[in-house]
């Protein structure tokens, strides 16, 4: 895949995801947001608070791999690199794989209190995100490196690391959307 289909495509579909969130999430009244379809599953806000503490994470490493991309003259590249540990992030980080996966503690918000300003931060989480990837046309997405883990010792490249934190948010957003339409069907939610 060419890098400016990879980023056309990234910033298309988190522009509809924050569309999504505005038009038919941020309205809805805090104990909507807190229903629980079943007792093992997340609600809407915890969902929320995950994908944000993900964001708030790897935003910060994204803008300086950017900054020190642009610093070398790192030129846009015609073919977007995945590495192994890259595409197996992407797949299961894939809206359409309907696989469970633990969340590491520090990433489970589960039956933690929080309240609705939990949406507001992941709109602007996701506006920042929006930023990094228009900044990332600017740069070669295969040799802009972005840490991992605590130490940020191990890398991905910013490709990889832009698709994964995108589907992410796609499939926890979609996890959202089931619950208000089972909300809905058990009517339980009116509108």
């Known amino acids: 895949m060419t890098q400016s289909t990879l980023l056309d495509r990234l910033e298309t579909d988190l522009r509809q995801s924050l569309d999504i969130v505005r038009t038919q999430i941020a309205q809805l009244d805090e104990a909507a947001l807190q229903y629980r379809s079943a007792p093992e599953r ?40 995945y590495t192994g540990a890259g595409k197996k992030f992407i797949r299961r980080a894939n809206p359409n794989n309907n696989k469970a996966y633990k969340a590491a503690k520090y990433y489970n918000f589960a039956h933690r209190p929080m309240g609705k300003d939990i949406v507001k931060g992941f709109t602007i989480n996701a506006e920042r995100l929006l930023r990094v990837i228009l900044a990332a046309k600017e740069v070669n997405l295969n040799k802009a490196k972005v840490g991992r883990g605590k130490s940020g010792f191990l890398t991905f490249n910013l490709g990889n690391t832009l698709e994964w934190l995108v589907l992410h948010t796609q499939r926890h957003l979609a996890q959202v959307q089931t619950q208000i339409e089972q909300m809905k069907a058990r009517g339980v939610l009116t509108t």
């Open 42 to 81: 997340w609600n809407a806000l915890e969902c929320f608070a995950h994908v944000n503490a993900y964001l708030e994470r790897y935003i910060p490493r994204m803008e300086l791999a950017v900054h020190k991309a642009k610093a070398r003259q790192w030129k846009p590249v015609d073919e977007v690199k």
